[in-house]
C-alpha cells in the first residue's frame, strides 16, 4: 500500500458537495486506483453543513479516514468545524472570508473563477479543478467524466470552470498527492443501500412498498428504479404499516417482496411482521438503523436496533436477520434473503445503516454473482391435495414447510388466517390443533438454524484477543486490525453477517480461541455482547462502544482497543 | 339447500346477528359474477363481520385488525385477473383502517368493499365504532359518545370514489343486488351496511331501520356530485339505500405501470437482465 490520500469536499446542502465528491471517486478510479466515499449530512434540504469523504488508496478500500489530506471547502465559513480534522501536511483549500480569517488555509478563488466560467455556482468544479491537479489526473481524463454527467451547454461551463480552477493551481499547488499511474479496470461503482436494492431484484423481488425514511430511502429509491425493467412493481404506502401489510399481501398472491424503512417506521411494523410469522408468508424488511430513540438523529448512523430487530413481533415464529458489512455483502445478503424467506415462508430482516447505505465503493464487476432465482411456490398437478381434494395451505409436515400455492390455481382456494388456524387455513380455538401448529412453526426455525452463515473471521485463527462486530462495522474492524498487527498484537477481526438464527457453535468456538473479545458496536449499551451471552452463556471481555452519530474510524478504533487490552505494553515499531 | 361457495366451518355468530344475510347476500353476489372459488379471494381483518371468508368457499385472507385494504390492494396488484373482495367491520376499515380507506380510495384498485357498520364493536363487547350516535352509551363511554360521527359515504363521494351505496342488511336482495353491482364496477367500489347488532345496540335495531330507511328515488342521478353529497349526510330524519355516487375513473391497475399480465408471481427473473444492470453501473471511460 502505497497510496493513501483522503480528500474531504464540504459545503451546504445545494452547493455540489455530492457531485463534486462522485467526481473525485470516479477519478480514482480512471486513475487505476481505489476509493471509499461517505457523506455525512445534516437533516435539511438546503444549507447546513455537509462532507463528503473520499479515500483513494491502490488496494480496495474498507473503511473512510478521519483526518484529511485535501480539504476543499465550499463555504469558507465552515472551515473552523472541519479544520481540526486535516493532517498536518494536509492542503485546504477555500475562498477568502469576507471580513474573516481563512487562518490554516490556502484561499482559492472558487467564487471569482466560477463567475468566469458562467456562474457562481460552478464554484465546486473550479474546486474539481484544483484538486484534479493535485492528484495529477489528466484534464481530458475529468473531460470524459464530466461528459459521462452533463450535456450540451451546462458541460462546456463545467469543462471551462475546472479548466480555470486546474490553471490557478498550476504552480500554486504541491505536487505531494499525484496518484502514481496504475493500469485502469473497469469497476462497478456501487452505494450500500443500492447494492442492497440490486441484490434483492436479483433475488426475484417482484414487489416492494414502503414510506420514506432517511435511511431506508435510498433503498427504495433503488428497488423503484432497478426493479421495473425485471417485473418489479412498486408503491409508495401511506404509512408503514400499510407497506408491510402490501408485501404480505403481495406475498400471498406469489410475489417476492420486500419493505424498506428505518427504526420508527419498523416499529409500526411490527404488528405486520407477527403476522408474516402466522401467516407464513415469505417477506423481507430492510431496516436502516439511525441513532434513536424516537426521531433521534435521522441522517446519522448507528446500530441501536439489533435487539429490536431480534426480539420484535408479538408471538413466537421464527425469522432471520442478517447484518450486511459492505457493499458486496449488501448485494449478497439481500439475494440470500430474498430465497430463505421464501425457502422458509419467514419473514426476513436485512439490518444496514446510514455509514453502510451510503458507502460508495468500486468494486470488482464479478464479486457480484448473478445466481438463478428458486421459486418454490407449487402449481398445477404439483399442488398437493388431501383426501377430499382440497389443498391444505398448512399442512403440517416433519420440518414444518408447507406447500405453498398462490390464490389464481385453477381447482384450489388459499385460506390465510392471522387467527391459530388448522391445516386448512380456517380459524380454530382447538387447542390440540394450536400445539401442532406451533411445532410446525417453530420446526422451520430449526431448518433455517442448520443453513446460519457463520462469522468471518480475519487474522490469527487463534491469539490474544477478537474484536467481533455485526454488519457495517466490518471494514472499519478489519483494518484496526491490521494497524494493530502491525503494532504486535495478535488480534482476529470477527465480522457477523447472520445475527439470528445466532451461529452460536461457531461463536463458543471463537470465544474459546482467543485470550479475550471485545465487541464493537455503535451502539451504547453493548446489545451483541448482550446477544453473545445469552446464545452461548459466556461474557466478552468488554464493548468498545460508539453512539454519537458517527462511524468507527480504523485508527481510532485500533487506539481504543491497544488503550482497553494493552495499556501497558509499547508498540512495535 | 347448499349453494357453490358454502363451508363447513363453524359460525361463531349471535343468533340474529346481521352477518347472516349479509353472508347470504355476499354468496348471491359471488354467484352473479360468474366467477370460478379459486378467481375469486376475500379479504378481511378483526372482528365478527371480519369472520365472514372463512364461511365462503373461496381464496381467504383474513389479516389484521384494519389492514384489509393494504393486502387486498397488493393481492389485486400481484394479479389484477383476481376479483379481490374486502369485507369487514366499520371499526375495521373506518377506525383502525382509516387511513388506508382515505388513500385507497385516491389509488382506486378495483376491490369491492363492503362494511358491515353496525356501529358498535361486538367482539370487545359493546364499544362505540366510529359510526356510532353522539350520545349513544358504550362500556367504554358510560356518559355517552362525545366525537361526532364519521361519514363514510360522504367521505367516499368527497374523495371520488366510484360507485358509493348504502344497504340494509336484512334486504338480500337489494344488498346482493348492490354487491353485484360494486363487484362490476372498475374501480374502489364501497357498499355501507346497514346491520342491527342484536347484542350491543339497542338503538339502531331493525324496527328502527326499518322505519328510518328508503331507497335513494329512481330519478336520482348518481353521476351529480353535489346531489350524492346531499344524500350521503342524510341521516336524523331518514336514510336513503341505493347507489348514491358513482364516477367513472381509470383503476388503479390501469394506470400503474409495474402491474399487469403476467402476474407478479409468474414473472421471471433473468439472470442476464440482472447482468445488465450490473454492467451499466461499470464506469467505463468514453
Known amino acids: 500500500m502505497e497510496v493513501d490520500i483522503n480528500i474531504r469536499i464540504t459545503g451546504g446542502a445545494g452547493q455540489g458537495v455530492h457531485t463534486v465528491g462522485g467526481l473525485i471517486s470516479r477519478m480514482a478510479v480512471a486513475a487505476g486506483h481505489h476509493f471509499h466515499a461517505t457523506q455525512d449530512y445534516m437533516s435539511r434540504i438546503r444549507g447546513g453543513r455537509n462532507s463528503y469523504s473520499i479515500r483513494v488508496m491502490d488496494v480496495p478500500v474498507r473503511a473512510g479516514r478521519a483526518a484529511a489530506d485535501i480539504l476543499l471547502a465550499l463555504d469558507p465559513d465552515h472551515l473552523p468545524h472541519f479544520l481540526p480534522d486535516v493532517e498536518l501536511s494536509g492542503l485546504v483549500l477555500a475562498d477568502p472570508v469576507q471580513g474573516g480569517s481563512s487562518a490554516g488555509a490556502t484561499t482559492a478563488p472558487l467564487k471569482e473563477l466560477a463567475v468566469s466560467a458562467g456562474s457562481p455556482i460552478l464554484g465546486n468544479m473550479v474546486g474539481t479543478g484544483i484538486v484534479a491537479h493535485a492528484l495529477g489526473v489528466p484534464l481530458d481524463t475529468v473531460d470524459r467524466l464530466l461528459a459521462l454527467e452533463f450535456r450540451g451547454d451546462f458541460l462546456e461551463k463545467n469543462r471551462k470552470a475546472v479548466r480555470l480552477g486546474a490553471g490557478w493551481a498550476e504552480g500554486r499547488i504541491p505536487g505531494g498527492f499525484r496518484l502514481p499511474r496504475a493500469e485502469f479496470r473497469p469497476r462497478l461503482i456501487l452505494a450500500g443501500n443500492e447494492a442492497l436494492a440490486l441484490g434483492a431484484v436479483a433475488g426475484g423481488c417482484k414487489f416492494a412498498a414502503g414510506y420514506p425514511m432517511t435511511p431506508g430511502s435510498s433503498i427504495l429509491l433503488g428497488l423503484s428504479a432497478d426493479g421495473p425493467p425485471l417485473g418489479l412493481a412498486f408503491e409508495q404506502a401511506e404509512d408503514e404499516i400499510a407497506a408491510l401489510n402490501m408485501a404480505i399481501g403481495a406475498s400471498y398472491a406469489g410475489a417476492r417482496a420486500m419493505v424498506a424503512t428505518s427504526g420508527g417506521g419498523f416499529a409500526l411494523m411490527v404488528e405486520a411482521l407477527s403476522l408474516a410469522g402466522m401467516m407464513e408468508t415469505p417477506v423481507v424488511i430492510a431496516l436502516g438503523m439511525r441513532p434513536g430513540p424516537a426521531t433521534g438523529m435521522p441522517t446519522r448512523t448507528g446500530q441501536e436496533d439489533l435487539s429490536f430487530a431480534l426480539s420484535a413481533g408479538h408471538g413466537e415464529f421464527p425469522r432471520l436477520v442478517l447484518a450486511p458489512g459492505s457493499v458486496e455483502e449488501a448485494y449478497g445478503l439481500a439475494f440470500h434473503a430474498m430465497e430463505l424467506a421464501e425457502a422458509y415462508q419467514v419473514p426476513c430482516i436485512l439490518l444496514t445503516d446510514q455509514y453502510l447505505g451510503d458507502t460508495v465503493v468500486d468494486v470488482d464487476p464479478e464479486a457480484l454473482e448473478v445466481l438463478p432465482v428458486r421459486r418454490r411456490i407449487v402449481r398445477g398437478a404439483g399442488v398437493p391435495r388431501n383426501g377430499e381434494g382440497r389443498y391444505l395451505r398448512y399442512a403440517v409436515t416433519p420440518d414444518g414447510i408447507s406447500p405453498m400455492a398462490v390464490p389464481g390455481e385453477p381447482g384450489v382456494t388459499v385460506v390465510a388466517d392471522s387467527d391459530e388456524h388448522g391445516e386448512d387455513g380456517h380459524l380454530t380455538e382447538d387447542h390440540g390443533i394450536r400445539l401442532r401448529m406451533v411445532e410446525k412453526r417453530l420446526r422451520k426455525g430449526e431448518g433455517l438454524a442448520a443453513e446460519t452463515l457463520p462469522p468471518l473471521i480475519a487474522g490469527p485463527p487463534d491469539g490474544e484477543a477478537a474484536l467481533i462486530g455485526f454488519g457495517s462495522t466490518k471494514g472499519p474492524v478489519a483494518e484496526a486490525r491490521e494497524i494493530l498487527a502491525r503494532e504486535g498484537f495478535a488480534v482476529a477481526a470477527v465480522h457477523l453477517r447472520q445475527m439470528w438464527p445466532f451461529p452460536s457453535g461457531a461463536m463458543e468456538g471463537i470465544l474459546s480461541r482467543y485470550g479475550t473479545a471485545l465487541t464493537v458496536e455503535n451502539n451504547r449499551t453493548g446489545q451483541l455482547a448482550r446477544l453473545i451471552r445469552a446464545e452461548t452463556g459466556r461474557e466478552v471481555g468488554g464493548t468498545v462502544s460508539r453512539c454519537d452519530g458517527l462511524p468507527f474510524t480504523p485508527e481510532g478504533l485500533a487506539k481504543e482497543v491497544r488503550e482497553r487490552l494493552w495499556p501497558d505494553r509499547s508498540i512495535r515499531r | ?286
Open chain 2, 1 to 286: 339447500m347448499a349453494g357453490p361457495f358454502d363451508t363447513a366451518v363453524e359460525n361463531a355468530w349471535c343468533p340474529g346477528c346481521g352477518n347472516f344475510p349479509i353472508l347470504t347476500a355476499v354468496k348471491k353476489a359471488l354467484e352473479l359474477t360468474g366467477k370460478a372459488k379459486h378467481e375469486i379471494v376475500l379479504v378481511s381483518g378483526i372482528g365478527q363481520a371480519a369472520k365472514l371468508p372463512h364461511h365462503v368457499d373461496a381464496n381467504v385472507f383474513n389479516g389484521l385488525h384494519g389492514r384489509a385494504l393494504p393486502a387486498a390492494l397488493a393481492i389485486k396488484m400481484a394479479n389484477p385477473s383476481l376479483t379481490v373482495v374486502v369485507t369487514s367491520g366499520d371499526g375495521d376499515i373506518y377506525g383502525e383502517g382509516g387511513n388506508h380507506f382515505v388513500h385507497n380510495i385516491r389509488r382506486n384498485p378495483d376491490i369491492a368493499v363492503f362494511v358491515h357498520d353496525n356501529q358498535v364493536y361486538g367482539l370487545t363487547k359493546g364499544q362505540p365504532s366510529p359510526t356510532s350516535d353522539p350520545g349513544w352509551t358504550g362500556s367504554l363511554q358510560r356518559s355517552g359518545v362525545i366525537s361526532g360521527p364519521f361519514p363514510p359515504l360522504a367521505v367516499a363521494v368527497a374523495l371520488g370514489c366510484g360507485f358509493v351505496a348504502r344497504a340494509l342488511a336484512s334486504d338480500v336482495e337489494h344488498t346482493a343486488e348492490l354487491m353485484g353491482q360494486a363487484i362490476a364496477h372498475k374501480g374502489f367500489a364501497l357498499v355501507d351496511i346497514l346491520q342491527p347488532c342484536v347484542t350491543f345496540n339497542k338503538k339502531n335495531t331493525y324496527q328502527w331501520y326499518g322505519k328510518m330507511v328508503y331507497k335513494v328515488p329512481a330519478d336520482h342521478d348518481p353521476t351529480d356530485r353535489q346531489k350524492a353529497f346531499a344524500l350521503s349526510l342524510e341521516w336524523e330524519e331518514r336514510i336513503p339505500v341505493g347507489v348514491l355516487y358513482r364516477l367513472a375513473r381509470p383503476s388503479f391497475e390501469e394506470v400503474h405501470p409495474g402491474v399487469g399480465e403476467p402476474p407478479l408471481h409468474a414473472r421471471e427473473t433473468p439472470q442476464e437482465a440482472v447482468r445488465e444492470l450490473i454492467r451499466k453501473r461499470v464506469l467505463a471511460l468514453p
